[in-house]
């Protein structure tokens, strides 16, 4: 049963450019959340799809934006990319239920130059 | 607004002693919390849950105890190993919301 996981595992942009991260969730699994993880830092919530919608969104701006596919895979993308965006990239399922714990993937580590 | 704390410091302790790492909350009651650990380069994993109507939870040499007075968590590893050097973070649902908040996390070394 494979878990989540996440594509590329690392990636090296500049400034300006824009950027895709992928995920598949966990088997069974229908929500998909995301997460920013500055170095030091705790995952930060950037958004959280659901039935293909974003369902709620964090302290994030509009150059943040993201998909859901009807197999439940997810997508992030990022423009205009900033320094201060590179951080690990942190996708999480979770079954639809209350105090379902995440699971995350292993992370797509962005820097940006 | 809601905010987690735990020691940014790092913790080092010796092999076979119990490690106690804290999570504070404050401006919250959630109902729930979860406690994660983190290896370099890697994902979170989740450990533990803890619900506001439970007082301790126990799994393997791992305790969690939940004070909603106190607005405090304590996460105690028994008889530690050096495989038990990680990052551990403690996580809060918002209520109302599907957002989970994290702490910083608190790195454990234990040495051998």
């Known amino acids: 049963d494979a878990g989540v996981t996440q594509s590329p595992t690392h990636l090296i942009k500049t400034r300006g450019q824009q950027v895709t991260l992928r995920c598949s969730p966990k088997?069974?699994?229908?929500?998909v959340s995301w997460y920013q993880q500055a170095l030091g830092q705790g995952p930060q919530f950037i958004f959280q799809?659901?039935?293909?919608?974003?369902?709620q969104r964090g302290n994030f701006p509009d150059r943040f934006s993201g998909h859901q596919f009807p197999n439940y895979s997810s997508e992030l993308n990022v423009n205009a990319l900033l320094l201060g965006d590179s951080a690990l990239y942190l996708c999480?399922?979770?079954?639809?239920?209350?105090?379902?714990?995440?699971?995350f993937g292993n992370g797509t580590r962005l820097t940006v130059t | 607004s809601q905010k987690i704390e735990q020691n940014s410091e790092a913790l080092n302790i010796q092999e076979g002693k119990t490690a106690t790492l804290t999570c504070n909350y404050t401006?919250?009651?959630?109902?729930?919390l979860q406690w994660y650990r983190q290896d370099p380069g890697r994902g979170p994993v989740f450990l533990l849950l803890?619900?506001?109507?439970?007082k301790e939870k126990r799994k393997e040499r791992l305790k969690v105890t939940f004070d909603t007075t106190l607005k405090q968590s304590l996460f105690h590893i028994t008889a530690s190993q050096p495989a038990d050097s990680a990052t551990y973070l403690c996580?809060?649902?918002?209520?109302?919301?599907?957002?989970?908040?994290f702490g910083t996390g608190t790195r454990l070394k234990v040495l051998a």
């Open positions: 803890i619900r506001e109507n439970e």
């Open positions: 799809y659901y039935e293909e919608e974003e369902r």
């Open positions: 401006n919250y009651s959630p109902a729930y």
């Open positions: 999480a399922s979770i079954a639809d239920r209350g105090g379902s714990p995440l699971h």
């Open positions: 996580a809060l649902p918002t209520s109302g919301t599907y957002k989970y908040i």
């Open positions: 088997s069974g699994h229908d929500t």
